[in-house]
C-alpha cells in the first residue's frame, strides 16, 4: 500500500491542502459580500463636524420638548380635573358624556367620533374622579421618562397621545351639544389642539419598539419634520390673516397700545411693556405682521432661509413668554421649529463626550459613509408608511388650506374629531379694556347697602389692585382664564357661573381649591353670594398710586350676577343638572 492509498485519495497532501484553504476564501469572500466590512472609525474621523441635512439630533430635541409640554400639561390636569370636570366638578364630565351617549343612542362608533376617550370603556359615573388622576399620573410618568431618556418608540408617543386625548375632550364648557367644530372646552381649544397635532406627529419621529436615542436603522423621518414645517405655518400666517381680517386696530398700529394690560393673564413684566412710547408700540405691531405675515415662508424654503425662519419664530415666542403669561402655549409653539434645523446646527446643544449623542451620531454617519450594506425590508415598509402618512396630513390639510384664504376664517378649528390637522389663530380682536368679574359673600343683608362683602381672590388674575400681576408660564390657571371670557360676556351666556356661586356657597373645598383666598375660610360659608364687574387699568409709573404699592386702579361697572343665595338657585341649579343640596343649617335660618 502506497502512502497515497493510505490518505484514502490520489491527491498529493500539498494540493489537497491548498484547496481546503482556496474553498476556505472563497467561503469567506461570500461571507464579506453579504456583509461589508465596516472600516473602524479613526480618531481624525471624530472629530469631523455633523454633517448637515441629518436629523438625529433634531429629533432627540423634539422628543424631549414635547415630552416636556406633556408634563407641563398632565401636570396642571392633575392639580385641576377634578375640581373642574370630576365628579363633582364645576362642570362634571359624566353628564356631558351621558348626553352624548343619549345623543349617539348608547355607545357607539359615533359616540367615540364626537368624544374620543378611552373614559367610555370605564365606569365613568363612580370613578371618573380616578380616571382622571391615572390619566394624569400615566402621563407624568411617560413624559418624564421620555424626558430623562431623549428617546421614544411608537408605544408611548401613542399612549401619551390618547392619555391626553381623553382628558381634552371631556373638558366641555357647554352642557348642550353644540356642533362638533364650534363646540366650547373647559381646555381652551386652540392650544389643546396643538398639543395632540404636536404629539400626533412625534409618534412617527419614533422607531416602532427600539428605545436608543440614535436608532441606526430608523433615521428620522422626513415627513415628519416637513409636516411640522408644515405646522408652524400654518399657526403663525393664520394668525397673522386673523389679524389683518379681524380688528383695525392692526391695520392701524394700534393694538399694541391695549395688548400688555388687556390679555388674558398679565404678568409683572406686562406691567412695564404696557407703557413703552407709542412709537415703539407701532413697531412692535409691525414686527409682529413681519413676523406672521411674511417670515413664515421662510420656513419652506431651503436650509439657510429655513433656519433663519426657524430662529425668527423662536425669539418672537421668547418674547411673548416674557410679556405675558399664555400657558404654555408660546413654549409650545416653539416645537415645530426645531424641525429648521439639522444636527449640524444643533450639535452645540450635546457635550462632546464619547458617550453622548453627538458622539454616536458622529460615529453612526462615519460608519454610513464608509458601508455599502444593502437597505434592509423594513426600509422600504417604512419608506411606504411614511409617504402615506404625507398623503394623510395633505388630504386634511385641504379645509385648512381654505379656511386660511377664506374671508370667514375660523380660529382655532378642528375638521375632524381626531384633531390631526387644525386651523389656529390668536387674537383676531384686541378689547381695548379690561374689565374683570369679582366675586364677593356675605352674611349680612344683600340690600343693606352697608353688609359687608369680602372678595374671593383668583390664584392669577386680576383682583386686589395692589396684588403685583404673577408669574406662572408655562403653567396654567384654567379656571382664571375662563373669567376673563366671562368678562366680556354675561352669566346667561356663562351658566356655570352660578354654579361657582353655588359651591362658594358651601365652601366646597375643590372648588375654593383653585382659588388664591377664600375670605370665609375656616368659618361658615357666605349667606349670599354676587359676581360685581369692574374696569381694571395700570397704574401709571411714578404715579402717587404706584409710588402706594398700587399695580391697577379699578372702577366698578355694575353688577355681573346678583345676590344668590342656596335656597333662591334651587330650581336653576336643577333645571341646569347640577347637583346641588342646601345644607341643613340654612334650612334653619331666615333672611
Not at 115 to 126: A, C, G, R, T
Amino acid at each position: 500500500m502506497t502512502k497515497n492509498d493510505a490518505n484514502g485519495s490520489g491527491e498529493q497532501p500539498t494540493l489537497r491542502r491548498r484547496k481546503i484553504e482556496s474553498d476556505a476564501g472563497d467561503a469567506q469572500s461570500d461571507q464579506h459580500k453579504e456583509r461589508p466590512v465596516i472600516k473602524p472609525v479613526q480618531e481624525n474621523e471624530k472629530n469631523m463636524l455633523l454633517e448637515r441635512g441629518s436629523y438625529w439630533l433634531t429629533r432627540i430635541v423634539i422628543l424631549r420638548y414635547m415630552a416636556f409640554i406633556y408634563f407641563v400639561a398632565f401636570l396642571v390636569a392633575l392639580h385641576q380635573n377634578k375640581q373642574l370636570v370630576g365628579l363633582k366638578g364645576l362642570l362634571p364630565a359624566h353628564k356631558y358624556m351621558d348626553k352624548v351617549a343619549t345623543r349617539t343612542k348608547g355607545i357607539n362608533s359615533d359616540t367615540f367620533s364626537f368624544v374620543p376617550s378611552i373614559l367610555w370603556f370605564f365606569d365613568y359615573h363612580n370613578d371618573l374622579n380616578q380616571l382622571l388622576d391615572y390619566c394624569a399620573y400615566g402621563g407624568l410618568v411617560l413624559s418624564g421618562f421620555v424626558i430623562i431618556l431623549g428617546a421614544s418608540n411608537w408605544f408611548i408617543m401613542f399612549s401619551l397621545w390618547i392619555l391626553y386625548h381623553s382628558i381634552v375632550n371631556v373638558g366641555q364648557r357647554c352642557l348642550d351639544l353644540c356642533v362638533r367644530v364650534f363646540q366650547i372646552f373647559i381646555f381652551t381649544i386652540g392650544w389643546e389642539s396643538q398639543v395632540l397635532e404636536s404629539g400626533f406627529l412625534a409618534i412617527f419621529l419614533c422607531p416602532i419598539w427600539n428605545l436608543s436615542q440614535v436608532p441606526r436603522h430608523t433615521p428620522t423621518s422626513q415627513i415628519v419634520l416637513w409636516a411640522y414645517r408644515w405646522l408652524i405655518f400654518r399657526i403663525m400666517l393664520g394668525a397673522g390673516l386673523i389679524k389683518i381680517r379681524g380688528d383695525q386696530c392692526w391695520r392701524d398700529l394700534t393694538c399694541m397700545n391695549y395688548h400688555y394690560e388687556t390679555q388674558p393673564v398679565p404678568n409683572p413684566i406686562s406691567y412695564y411693556m404696557h407703557q413703552e412710547p407709542e412709537f415703539f408700540h407701532k413697531f412692535e405691531t409691525m414686527t409682529n405682521h413681519f413676523v406672521e405675515l411674511p417670515a413664515p415662508f421662510l420656513l419652506l424654503l431651503n436650509r439657510p432661509l429655513r433656519m433663519a425662519g426657524g430662529l425668527i419664530q423662536i425669539v418672537f415666542q421668547v418674547v411673548l413668554i416674557i410679556s405675558g403669561n399664555l400657558s404654555f402655549l408660546n413654549w409650545l409653539t416653539i416645537l415645530p421649529n426645531i424641525a429648521c434645523f439639522d444636527d449640524a446646527s444643533l450639535a452645540c446643544m450635546f457635550p462632546n463626550k464619547r458617550w453622548s449623542a453627538k458622539s454616536k451620531v458622529q460615529e453612526l454617519q462615519i460608519q454610513l459613509k464608509h458601508s455599502k450594506e444593502s437597505p434592509r425590508r423594513g426600509s422600504y415598509i417604512r419608506k411606504v408608511f411614511n409617504a402615506s402618512l404625507g398623503f394623510l396630513i395633505a388630504y386634511l390639510s385641504l379645509p385648512v388650506v381654505q379656511n386660511l384664504f377664506s374671508s370667514r376664517q375660523y380660529m382655532n378649528t378642528s375638521f375632524e374629531p381626531l384633531r390631526l390637522v387644525n386651523t389656529y389663530g390668536a387674537f383676531g380682536s384686541i378689547t381695548k379694556d379690561r374689565t374683570e368679574v369679582i366675586f364677593q359673600g356675605t352674611y349680612d343683608d344683600p340690600s343693606d347697602p352697608n353688609a359687608d362683602w369680602k372678595e374671593y381672590e383668583f390664584k392669577c388674575k386680576p383682583g386686589n389692585i395692589k396684588r403685583r400681576p404673577c408669574l406662572i408660564s408655562p403653567y396654567h390657571y384654567r379656571l382664571d382664564w375662563l373669567m376673563w371670557f366671562a368678562a366680556f360676556q354675561n352669566y346667561q351666556y356663562n351658566p356655570w357661573l352660578v354654579h361657582l356661586g353655588a359651591k362658594l356657597l358651601t365652601n366646597d373645598e375643590g372648588t375654593t381649591s383653585l382659588m388664591a383666598y377664600n375670605p370665609f375660610q375656616n368659618e361658615d360659608p357666605p349667606r349670599f353670594i354676587r359676581a360685581e364687574h369692574y374696569r381694571y387699568r395700570y397704574t401709571k409709573i411714578g404715579s402717587r398710586e404706584a409710588k402706594q404699592g398700587f399695580w391697577w386702579t379699578r372702577s366698578r361697572i355694575g353688577s355681573y350676577l346678583p345676590p344668590i343665595s342656596a335656597e333662591s338657585i334651587k330650581d336653576f341649579m336643577k333645571q341646569m343638572d347640577f347637583d346641588f343640596h342646601v345644607p341643613k343649617w340654612r334650612r334653619k335660618k331666615k333672611v
